[in-house]
Structure formats: structure tokens, C-alpha cells
């Protein structure tokens, strides 16, 4: 007989952290703008600083959107880390199951 696969463990939580600065989402987001403009305006003949002034544009747009998901992410995983650590807290002190 074949006994049944264990499953995998859960991979390690990562450690919570602060949000990344607002201006870092303006940069980061202003690249990928400009990434997926830049085909297309290329391909439209656009000058490159048309393309440029488009992505910081898009860039500044779109940075306070994809801060607040990260602060809403991480406070989940603050959370979920929360709880793993009352979780482990309660089975610490009672080592038999019984609550």
C-alpha cells in the first residue's frame, strides 16, 4: 500500500514592512507606462518626449492608486501575521488542544 503524500508546508510569511515611498510608485509606475507606450507611439512616429510626457503623466495618475493597494496589502499580511502569532501563542500555552 502507498501511504498518502504529505502536503507541501506553507512557505515562510514574510516579515511585515512600511509602504515603499510615494514617489517610488511614481517612478516605477511612469516606467511601465512608458514601456507600453513606446511601441506604439514609436510605431505612430511620436516624439520621444511626447511618449516621455505621456508616461510621467500616467505615472503621476496611477501612483496614489497602486500605493493604496500596497497599504492594503500589507496590512493584510500584517493581520494574517497577527493572527499566525496568536495562533502559535495559544498552542504554546496550551500544549494538549483542549480550548
Not at 59 to 86: D, F, K, M, N, S
Request: charged share 15%.
Amino acid at each position: 500500500m502507498t501511504s498518502e503524500p504529505e502536503p507541501p508546508a506553507a512557505p515562510p510569511s514574510l516579515p511585515p514592512r512600511d509602504p515603499h515611498p510615494f514617489a517610488m510608485h511614481v517612478a516605477i509606475d511612469a516606467a511601465v507606462s512608458f514601456l507600453v507606450i513606446v511601441l506604439i507611439g514609436l510605431m505612430w512616429n511620436l516624439s520621444i518626449a511626447i511618449i516621455v510626457a505621456v508616461a510621467l503623466i500616467a505615472g503621476i495618475c496611477l501612483a496614489p492608486w497602486t500605493h493604496r493597494i500596497e497599504v492594503r496589502q500589507l496590512a493584510t499580511r500584517r493581520a494574517a501575521a497577527e493572527a499566525a502569532g496568536a495562533t502559535e501563542r495559544r498552542a504554546a500555552t496550551d500544549p494538549d488542544g483542549s480550548t
